[in-house]
C-alpha cells in the first residue's frame, strides 16, 4: 500500500470521515461501492416478497401500512444508487449488473412469502436485523453514505414496528393464527441466523478495516440475539433451534449456521432468486419509457 | 442533474445536508424531494441546490500561524502565576 493510501486507512481507522470529492484509495473505494451497491440491491429487491401480499392484505390499513413500507425500502434504494453513482458508477449500470445476477443482494430476499405470518416475521424481524447492521453504518468512515442512514434508519423503525404490530395481532387472534407465526419462524430463523455473515474477525473483514462497516459481522448478531430473542419468546414463540441459550457472561450460543445456504443462496440459487430476478429485468425494461422521458426533459 | 438536498427538521434549527436527488429540472427535484424528505412531514423546509452551484471551501492556509486569533494561541498560566505572585495574592 502506498504511503497516501497508509495515511487514509490511518485517518479512517481513528474515526475520520471524508466526502465525495475527497480523494480515496482505489481499493477503498471499490469495496465501497461493492458494499453500497448490494444494500442498494438489497432495499430494492426487498420489497418483493412483501410486495406479493399488498393485494392479499387482510384490512385496508395493513395494505395501506405495507404500501406505505415499500415506497420506502423503494425510496432507500434510490438514496443509496445515488450514493454509489458519485462514486463513479451510473445507476443504469448498478440495475443492469442486478439483473444479470452479477452483482448481489440479501440472503432474506431470496426466499418464498408463504403466508401473511411471513409478512409479518419478516417486517419485524428481518427489519430488526437489517437496522442492526444499519445503525452501524452511522459511523461509516464514508460520510455520504452515512448520512442519508440517519433517514433509512428513521423509517426502518416503523417498519419493525409496523411487523411487531402484525405478529401481536396474530399472537392475540385465532390457534391458527398463532400456528401461522410460529411456522413462519420456523422458515425465517435460518436465514436470520446467516443474515450478518460468517463469523469473521473483525480485523480480517475489509468492510471493518476501511470503517465501511464498524462492526463486525458476530458483534451484529449477538446484538439482534439478545434484543430480539426475549421478544420473541414472551409470546409464546418456539425458536427452532435446541442449541440457542444464553451463557452466564452474555454470549448467546447458537447451531452452526448453515454457510453453504447462505452461499448458494447469495449466489442466486436461493428458491425465489430467480422469479425475482425476472420479475425486476421485466420492469425494467417495461418502465424505461418512464426513464428515458423524465432523465430527457 | 444533481440537487443536494439540506433539510431543516425544525423552523429556527440550522439546515444540514441530507442527501442528493438527480432531476432533469428544479420542477422535478421539487415533487422528489418532498417524496423523499418530506411525506412524514419530517422536516420544515428544504433547499434544493444544484450541485454545480455549491461553491465549497476547504483548503485552509495557515503559513503565517494565525493562531493569535484563537483561544489555542494563548497560554496565560505561567504570566498568571507570575502576576499573581508579584501581587502577592497567590494561593498556596
Given amino acids: 500500500m502506498d504511503s497516501r493510501s497508509e495515511e487514509f486507512l490511518t485517518y479512517v481507522q481513528g ?8 480523494w480515496l484509495p482505489d481499493e477503498y473505494r471499490q469495496k465501497l461501492i461493492k458494499f453500497v451497491e448490494m444494500h442498494g440491491n438489497s432495499e430494492l429487491m426487498g420489497v418483493l416478497p412483501e410486495r406479493e401480499w399488498i393485494l392479499k392484505a387482510p384490512t385496508l390499513q395493513r395494505k395501506l401500512a405495507l404500501t406505505a413500507k415499500v415506497q420506502d425500502e423503494v425510496g432507500h434504494s434510490q438514496l443509496i444508487y445515488r450514493v454509489v453513482e458519485d462514486l463513479g458508477k451510473p445507476r443504469e449500470q448498478c440495475l443492469a449488473d442486478l439483473v444479470s445476477g452479477k452483482s448481489k443482494f440479501h440472503n432474506v430476499f431470496h426466499y418464498p412469502t408463504k403466508t401473511w405470518g411471513d409478512v409479518g ?18 459511523k ?127 449466489t442466486g440459487h436461493g428458491p425465489r432468486s430467480q422469479d425475482r430476478l425476472e420479475f425486476r429485468r421485466r420492469f425494467l425494461e ?3 419509457w418512464v426513464r428515458d422521458a423524465v432523465l430527457a426533459a | 442533474m444533481i440537487y443536494e438536498v439540506f433539510r431543516q427538521e425544525r423552523k429556527g434549527q440550522a439546515f444540514a445536508h441530507a442527501g442528493s436527488i438527480v432531476a432533469p ?3 422535478f427535484a421539487d415533487a422528489w424531494a418532498r417524496e423523499q424528505y418530506g411525506r412524514r412531514g419530517e422536516s420544515a423546509a428544504l433547499w434544493l441546490v444544484p450541485r ?11 503559513e ?29
Avoid at chain 1, 419462524?185 to 470503517?211: A, C, K, S, T
Avoid at chain 2, 454545480?52 to 495557515?62: F, K, L, P, R, T
Fill in chain 1, 15 to 22: 474515526g475520520g470521515q471524508v466526502e465525495a470529492g475527497d
Fill in chain 1, 121 to 138: 416475521v419478516i417486517a419485524w424481524l428481518v427489519d430488526a436485523a437489517a437496522i442492526i447492521s444499519q445503525k452501524a453504518l452511522l
Fill in chain 1, 140 to 266: 461509516c468512515s464514508y460520510a455520504p453514505y452515512a448520512r442519508i442512514m440517519k433517514k433509512i434508519c428513521w423509517e426502518e423503525s416503523f417498519h419493525i414496528l409496523h411487523g411487531r404490530d402484525v405478529v401481536l395481532a396474530m399472537m392475540t387472534g385465532t390457534d391458527a393464527q398463532r400456528e401461522l407465526v410460529q411456522e413462519a419462524l420456523v422458515r425465517w430463523w435460518p436465514p436470520l441466523m446467516q443474515f450478518h455473515g460468517n463469523p469473521i474477525p473483525r480485523d480480517e473483514d475489509p468492510m471493518y478495516v476501511w470503517r465501511i462497516k464498524s462492526q463486525g459481522n458476530e458483534e451484529a448478531r449477538q446484538q439482534f440475539l439478545e434484543g430480539y430473542v426475549p421478544q420473541i419468546l414472551e409470546l409464546g414463540l418456539e425458536i427452532p433451534d435446541p442449541k440457542l441459550r444464553r451463557r452466564d457472561d452474555g454470549v448467546w450460543e447458537y447451531s452452526e449456521p448453515d454457510w453453504e445456504e447462505l452461499r448458494s443462496v447469495v
Fill in chain 1, 286 to 288: 417495461q418502465e424505461k
Fill in chain 2, 25 to 27: 429540472d428544479a420542477a
Fill in chain 2, 52 to 62: 454545480a452551484a455549491i461553491h465549497e471551501v476547504s483548503e485552509w492556509a495557515d
Fill in chain 2, 64 to 92: 503565517f500561524d494565525l493562531k493569535y486569533r484563537r483561544v489555542d494561541g494563548y497560554s496565560i498560566k505561567a504570566r498568571l502565576k507570575e502576576a499573581r505572585e508579584r501581587a502577592g495574592s497567590a494561593t498556596a
